[in-house]
């Protein structure tokens, strides 16, 4: 074992002193911050700026009932700026205070203290020794550790592939305990002798003005200082301060060369109070509004390296606004999807994006050409404290990436079956932006199904939670943009919105194309045959595609006037009423059966998810259920179902609808999915309960004209829907036959 593993592995056994007193793992390196900061000073001859009566020597002579009396005033003293005039005496010192109740217990502790050998035959351990307690601490505490502490692993190789450079700015606006400027420091000193082969103005450059930094909580703050401390760090611009609030855009936190930084995740308390920030103005987590102050805060040509959650990657609204506002200013060259288990909890599922700010201040065209993509998460096993991450996990991402800091290194995609993939800018685009790339088949299992401990259960829960509040907390604010005044009539009824008509389902689908149901006896199942869709597999808004059965092809052609295509929308009529599902493409000339019927939007009058939407609103089910038949197996008429009435808005505010849909949807499945978790792993239902209203009301609101505003210069819907019924009246009438299926 080295010398600081022993240093820290007794450290950390002291804290057994304090715990009885319910001191918790946090509190105790806080004290030990004011303790060894004390003894630090006294093994390198450096109590100048000590008071006497406060110095090591003092303490360890103070008889035992005098001991806890002189360290508390000592606690007060050197916070105080008026007493000391070192600032950063004072900003370790300042508003602290000791959680020691007994004096018995401080003179074992400062005992103990003394008592260890600090020196090793390659330097002092002091740093090293401060370093492993709160790696101790991360690993111990397990309810929000990740806001403070990221695995030095990981740091040391988002350091050595960003390759920091002396005379370069570099910023870390949520710097937690500093690991990130420590080990951009560490990387430079190792380059320049330890700086000594610099120039003097160089070296002073280096000590107190490259390293920029931002702290939000204060006893984070106190950790921060003291570990910069005792790695011989001094810098000037490092603030007790929130980055989203107007300290985060000084001057000094602009135009840095390199920024490195995993910033806290979760709801932020409400949205960020400073004006540049125009995409993340109104969200209010932290992971989107801090990767909007890194673009901002990278000068041209600046480069970043930034761990954030998956949802960063594939939020809809602001989210999706904030990729391609990154896209456009930055090269995002790369991304690492990162093992799980690496942060406090084993549902944390997290990223880091490499990018670098292009050399024009507002590109013409994407600075992103492609994304590389690096999976380092499918079928790895989760990591812990009983399988610790380390260098070696990532050493073939570090070759892929290349010894290019921007990521212009020669590159090979590996393919399906590697895990290092090239994706065009045209591809993302074409998957809505949406950067949560994944191609292989992950076997590995669930991480969560290794919890044991309570406190590693109670910090899933809460993790689960966290992010179940942030998508509602969201939800409930994009809800709010652009509010529509209600417009429920005095009647009990629905005054619909200027623009807006009103048409029957039969009206919304073309002449040739009827709403219709299906096979009335498919028999056996037909391997090679002609798959046909029942209710059963019509599940969440998709087809249960491997289950879907197939019949003969004499069968299909007695009842091809159901046939159906891509984008025909299928509704369970029968049994369980109201399920509603798109055909996929695999599908295309398929069939159903007489529990489903077929809805083939009319193109040009209505949009099909338009459609689709309406189909699962509470203003549909109302009329299900006016016209449902039967008790035991209830079930549709066709006829009443092609009588059903939609609302009908413009076509272009059906588009903003069906947008606007698609976000608030995602976003209640992504709560709907973290709480699900929580459900497994408490049994309790009462909150997936409360979605599914939250849902219904959600469609409610679209079909009452309240979810977009009416813009009027959209054509009115009443004017294309008189159109087609008068193209319908002119044209010529079908002569029917007899029918060889049911209509």
């Keep these: 074992m080295n010398p600081s593993a022993n240093l820290v592995n007794k450290l950390w056994r002291l804290c057994s002193l304090l715990r009885k007193d319910g001191v918790t793992y946090q509190q105790y390196v806080t004290e030990l911050t004011y303790l060894l900061f004390l003894k630090m000073a006294s093994e390198q001859k450096d109590e100048s700026r000590i008071p006497e009566k406060y110095r090591w020597g003092a303490l360890k002579a103070a008889s035992e009932t005098d001991v806890l009396t002189r360290y508390r005033q000592a606690l007060i003293d050197l916070g105080d700026g008026t007493k000391i005039p070192d600032r950063s005496v004072v900003a370790i010192f300042q508003n602290a205070a000791t959680i020691v109740r007994e004096p018995a217990n401080l003179r074992k502790l400062i005992d103990a203290i003394d008592g260890l050998h600090w020196f090793s035959e390659e330097r002092d351990a002091f740093g090293d020794a401060y370093e492993g307690l709160l790696q101790k601490m991360a690993e111990e505490t397990k309810r929000g550790a990740g806001q403070y502490f990221t695995p030095r692993v990981l740091i040391k190789v988002m350091v050595d592939l960003m390759k ?18 420590i080990a951009a420091d560490q990387h430079m000193r190792a380059a320049t002798d330890d700086y000594f082969a610099l120039s003097p103005k160089q070296a002073k450059f280096q000590l107190s003005e490259a390293l920029r930094g931002l702290e939000n909580v204060p006893d984070t703050f ?43 995740f979760g709801p932020a308390g409400g949205p960020p109070t400073r004006d540049d920030l125009t995409i993340t103005d109104r969200v209010s987590s932290y992971q989107l509004p801090f990767v909007e102050h890194v673009i901002r805060a990278l000068r041209l040509g600046g480069r970043a390296a930034v761990v954030v959650p998956d949802n960063v990657l594939f939020d809809d609204g602001r989210g999706k606004l904030l990729r ?86 020669p590159r090979t995609d590996e393919g399906e079956e590697g895990s290092f993939r090239r994706f065009t800018r045209a591809e993302i685009a074409a998957r809505g932006d949406n950067l949560d790339i994944s191609w292989l088949k992950d076997t590995s299992g669930d991480p969560e199904d290794g919890l044991e401990t309570p406190v590693e259960i109670a910090a899933t829960i809460e993790l689960h939670l966290t992010l179940a509040l942030d998508e509602i907390r969201t939800l409930v604010e994009e809800l709010e943009e652009g509010q529509v005044e209600a417009k429920w009539s005095g009647g009990g009824g629905v005054t619909l919105p200027e623009g807006w008509s009103e048409a029957s389902l039969e009206e919304l689908t073309p002449l040739g194309a009827p709403i219709i149901y299906g096979i009335l006896q498919p028999g056996p199942h037909v391997p090679d045959g002609i798959p046909y869709v029942r209710p059963t597999e019509i599940s969440g808004g998709q087809i249960d595609l491997p289950n879907v059965r197939r019949t003969s092809q004499r069968i299909a052609d007695q009842y091809s006037r159901s046939t159906i295509r891509s984008g025909d929308l299928l509704l369970s009529i029968v049994g ?59 079930r549709l008429n066709i006829a009443d179902i092609r009588q059903f009435r939609c609302p009908l808005p413009p076509l272009a505010e059906q588009r903003r609808i069906t947008a606007k849909l698609a976000t608030l949807m995602s976003r209640g499945a992504r709560a709907r999915r973290e709480l699900g978790r929580v459900v497994a792993l408490t049994g309790s239902i009462t909150a997936l309960a409360l979605l599914d209203r939250l849902e219904a009301a959600i469609l409610a609101k679209a079909f009452r004209g309240e979810l977009v505003p009416q813009d009027p210069n959209d054509e009115p819907a009443s004017v294309v829907l008189e159109r087609i019924r008068a193209e319908r009246a002119a044209a010529p009438k079908a002569t029917r036959g007899r029918r060889r299926g049911p209509a």
């Design 576 to 634: 369980t009423i109201g399920k509603v599902a798109e055909t996929p493409a695999l599908l295309d000339g398929g069939n159903i059966t007489q529990s489903s019927c077929r809805i083939r939007a009319q193109e040009g009058l209505v949009e099909r998810k338009f459609l689709q939407a309406f189909l699962r609103s509470p203003v549909a089910i109302t009329q299900y259920n006016a016209k449902r038949l039967g008790t035991a197996v209830p």
């Design 164 to 181: 920091p450079q002396v005379g370069e700015v570099i910023q870390d606006p949520a710097a937690g305990t500093g690991g990130f400027l």
């Design 324 to 409: 391609q506002r990154l896209m456009s200013w930055c090269n995002l060259h790369t991304i690492l999807r990162l093992p799980v288990g690496l942060f406090y909890a084993q549902g944390v599922k997290t990223n880091v994006l490499f990018f670098t700010r292009a050399t024009a201040e507002a590109p013409l065209q994407d600075a992103t050409e492609a994304v590389w993509i690096y999976d380092a998460r499918a079928n790895v096993p989760s990591y812990g404290k009983t399988n610790p991450f380390k260098a070696s996990d990532l050493a073939a991402f570090v070759a892929a990436f290349g010894a290019d800091a921007n990521g212009e290194a």
């Design 222 to 264: 106190r950790l921060l200082l003291m570990n910069l401390h005792l790695h011989k760090i001094d810098p000037d611009h490092l603030d007790l301060a929130d980055t989203l609030s107007p300290s985060g855009a000084q001057t000094r936190f602009k135009n840095a060369d390199l920024i490195l930084t995993n910033p806290p």
